[in-house]
């Protein structure tokens, strides 16, 4: 079983020798603030006070992130979710994300909601200042274009949802989460689909979207 933060802020605290005042000297967070992380009657501390801590105690702040629940473990992360738990991973504020990256601080937030699609351009300075991947990124971008067409076809075939998933044979919660963009679908289940919607072509898929037959 996973320790629980206060435990391995305490056993750190201890493996260094180190009094709450001792750390609160290197740290510059409180003893009130380390004493109540300790008794666990503070669960989630602000990102800044594990990063402070992480320093202090060599422990892992991306660790400590997830056992906070600040950053997210999802299997399928969207794009959003990505680039903020980037941001949270180098202690970063949405403020100096945007000020790294010439950009206001809502459009950053609007990124990290998925409210918004950013633009390649855009994604290129995420990219560099988060040191994220920047073709994983733009990979993203084609889920989205992917479902949207997806979405609009079915529109003109006049079905819902749930009528698509049933005529094709596709799970309902897997042609949600295409249309939101959310999942690359595997080819077996785009073949299904076109099947179903005739304003779909495949091929002009599989070439757009970069399918390999195999």
Known sequence: MEKILANIIMEARKRKKFSYEDVEERSGVRVAVIQAIESGTRKKPRVNTLYQLSNVLD?????????????STEKELTLGKVIRNARLSKNLTREELA???????????????????????????LARELALDLEALLSFLDNALLG????EARLIADFSVNELAEKSGVA???????????????????????????????????????????
Do not use: N, W
């Open 148 to 151: 949207q067409e997806v979405k």
């Open 99 to 125: 000020e790294k990256c010439y950009m206001c601080r809502e459009g950053i937030a609007f990124i990290e909601r998925d409210e918004v699609r950013p633009r390649i351009a855009t994604l290129e300075i």
């Open 59 to 71: 422990l892992d702040f991306v660790e400590l992130l997830k056992i906070c629940g600040h950053i």
């Open 172 to 214: 309902f919660k897997t042609v949600k989460r295409l249309e939101e963009g959310k999942v690359r679908p595997h080819l077996k289940t785009l073949e299904k689909i076109t099947q179903v919607l005739s304003s779909l072509d495949l091929q002009s898929l599989k070439e757009k979207y970069h399918y390999i037959s195999g």
